[in-house]
């Protein structure tokens, strides 16, 4: 476990061992909110990241025939 400390700005380092294991990298943004007392940080992904994620998924009995109209 890393800690960190807030700055009187209200800033905080990620320890490099959770920026590598997250793979964020300088400028990237990040969705902050807050849940059940927690502060949760989820790095944004780029529409080009996600090329090819559903690559060989079969989609075919994802909705009934009537609702894809």
């Given at each position: 476990?890393?800690?960190?400390?807030?700055?009187p700005?209200y800033?905080?380092?990620?320890?490099?061992?959770?920026?590598?294991?997250?793979?964020?990298?300088?400028?990237?943004?990040?969705m902050?909110?807050?849940k059940?007392?927690?502060?949760?940080?989820?790095?944004?992904?780029g529409?080009?990241?996600?090329?090819g994620?559903?690559?060989?998924?079969?989609?075919?009995?994802?909705?009934?025939e009537?609702?894809?109209t």
């Amino acid at each position: 476990m890393t800690y960190g400390r807030v700055s009187p700005k209200y800033q905080i380092v990620i320890p490099k061992e959770v920026r590598n294991a997250v793979a964020i990298k300088p400028g990237q943004r990040l969705m902050i909110y807050a849940k059940d007392n927690l502060i949760v940080l989820i790095p944004e992904i780029g529409l080009s990241e996600l090329k090819g994620i559903c690559k060989g998924m079969d989609i075919s009995n994802l909705r009934d025939e009537e609702d894809r109209t």
